[in-house]
């Protein structure tokens, strides 16, 4: 099995192991009893948020002087790919909140505003999302519809944002609006709008594929009033902010990957082992572990690609080829794991019994969130062409 304590060659910090052993505790106790209850009820678990704040997961990276743990990227990479080896949909939630939100606000927000913001979100008490996404604007962030009017010393929101995170239960939102003319990436602006505004509200949930314990929803906003004391940053630069939130995004869909292709793997080797035909493991069959080779092999490789993106992050270098570089090659590896993992587990595996089939369901967002395969080969090209 691939497993953290296993993995003596990779050279890990005593924090690392703290954080490993936390999360798998944490998971197997609070996680793990409820997968598949949560999972066909489409249920998000948002009470279990608060235990993870008390443990240190929903402010992994913000330092401890506005309550969060204080760690980097190699400790925050564990946590999500730990949480994910175990459901997928509960790493998805706590990186979408980190990576996010949180980031976003520490990054780019005031003093004021990190003090008043953080240390609810770092506790868990208060559940983050973040708005780019719209219907019509996938990829095409710069084309986004929703608006934002200054009036004196407020902004009024107008439109709606979807494939939110938590956009029905978040209780703080990172939101971009245009302020200028479509197509301008200077025309947007970040702001920072908190459940119970008037005017701001939830409107449909998804009924998703995979995922279906992490909440996706849009959120509406019409006329919506807020403080320019809730602006986050200069006017004209949510755009340029949200690119560079999202080049750290994508080493957190790089982790969830690894846990969903680890997971994936480890059950397939456990039933290759366990299952007989014709008297023996179906292990030793050359075609069952021939397909093995290749799983471990690309999680290594994938791994490789996150401990490095993640290294250059914590370094304060620019990681945007890395980070696509990492997020393309896990999502995708992740993907073909797990459906090789319904494979070897044959018609088993095509049924709830056992976990590959909700590990190939929550694969594909993988994908496709935090910018598509396609999106992030677009990334590299441009990187390696204007180098």
């Known amino acids: 099995m691939i497993d ?57 990276l913000i330092p401890e002087s506005y309550g969060g743990s204080g760690m980097g990227y190699h400790e925050y990479v564990t946590l999500i790919e730990t949480i994910s080896i175990v459901d997928p949909s509960i790493g998805l939630s706590i990186a979408a909140h980190n990576s996010l939100c949180v980031n976003h606000i520490y990054k780019f927000g005031t003093e004021d505003q990190r003090l008043k913001w953080l240390p609810k979100l770092c506790q868990g008490s208060a559940i983050g999302a973040w708005g780019l996404t719209e219907h019509n604007t996938g990829s095409d962030a710069k084309d986004m519809s929703t608006t934002a009017r200054k009036e ?51 409107g449909k949930k998804e009924n998703k594929l995979g995922m279906r ?43 969830l990957s690894l846990g969903i292709a680890k997971g994936a793997y480890n059950a397939s080797l456990k039933y290759s082992q366990e299952r007989k035909q014709f008297g023996k493991s179906i292990s030793n069959f050359q075609g069952i572990s021939f397909k093995l080779a290749d799983m471990v092999t690309e999680i290594e490789a994938a791994s490789l690609l996150t401990q490095k993106a993640s290294e250059m992050k914590n370094q304060n270098l620019n990681v945007t080829q890395a980070g696509a570089m990492a997020k393309l090659f896990a999502s995708e590896t992740c993907v073909k794991v797990a459906n090789e993992a319904v494979q070897i587990h044959g018609g088993y595996g095509f049924t709830k019994d056992f976990p590959v089939e909700k590990f190939l369901r929550d694969s594909k967002l993988c994908t496709i969130g935090e910018g598509t395969s396609e999106i992030q080969k677009v990334v590299i090209a441009r990187k390696i062409l204007n180098d």
């Open 152 to 202: 004196g010393d407020q902004w009024v929101l107008n439109g709606t944002k979807n494939f939110i995170t938590h956009g029905i239960s978040g209780d703080i939102a990172v939101v971009i609006a245009r302020n200028g003319e479509k197509g301008n990436n200077r025309g947007m602006t970040a702001f920072v709008v908190e459940r119970g505004t008037p005017g701001f509200y939830a």
């Open 4 to 60: 953290f304590e296993l993995r003596p060659e990779i050279k890990t910090s005593e924090t690392q192991r703290m954080v490993y052993e936390a999360a798998r505790d944490f998971a197997t106790q609070f996680i793990k009893p409820n997968i598949m209850e949560w999972d066909e009820a489409q249920y998000f678990p948002s009470e279990i948020f608060q235990q993870a704040g008390a443990l240190g997961f929903m402010g992994m």
């Open 213 to 255: 314990a992490s909440e996706t929803a849009e959120m509406v906003f019409e006329e919506c009033v807020i403080s320019d004391q809730n602006r986050l940053g200069p006017v004209g630069d949510g755009f340029i902010q949200s690119m560079k939130i999202l080049d750290g995004g994508r080493i957190s869909i790089a982790a």
